[in-house]
């Protein structure tokens, strides 16, 4: 009989330590579930945002609050001096040359402001419906061969 009744002791201890890791393991699911919820439908992920940093910096991505704050699908400004008229370009921060990530971790400390982009604006209907932004068909782009270099200044020295 001592036997038996040990068997009992031991199969109730295993039955409670049973009963804590499944309580466990649907309360990290809950947990979970509740971070990846929050994370898509709170944490701003189906919309874009635009971020300034102290560097003078401007990013445009989707807001992310966890594992990290920072952007993902990162777009920036880039400048073309060369083109008047369109001085101005926004570029997809993948598709730089030195092919960083799709994802930019950003300090909290450097950022002066932030926003949500309003989801009817000219950029956001841009990056929602042309993400890569690829040229339309109507865009002609000019050949490399085509740019002209600038006017020699007046202060170059010729030789004697």
Known sequence: MVE????????????????FL?????????????LMSWQKFLGGA?????????TGD???????????FGLKNVYTISVNQQDPQNPLSIQRFANVF??????IKIN??????M???NQSGQLAQLLKTNPQLVPSR???????????????????????
């Open 4 to 19: 038996s009744n040990g068997r009992k002791i031991l199969n109730k201890k295993m039955s409670t330590t049973n009963k």
């Open 22 to 34: 499944l309580v466990l393991i649907i309360l990290l699911l809950v947990v979970l579930v509740g």
């Open 46 to 54: 189906s919309s874009y945002s635009a971020v300034y940093l102290r």
């Open 58 to 68: 401007l990013y445009f991505g989707r807001l992310m609050q966890f594992p990290s």
């Open 98 to 103: 030195w092919g960083p990530q799709d994802y």
């Open 108 to 113: 909290r400390s450097e950022v002066v402001w």
């Open 115 to 117: 926003t949500e982009l």
């Open 138 to 160: 109507g865009t002609e782009q000019l050949p490399p061969s085509s740019i002209t270099p600038p006017p020699p200044s007046s202060n170059n020295s010729q030789p004697k």
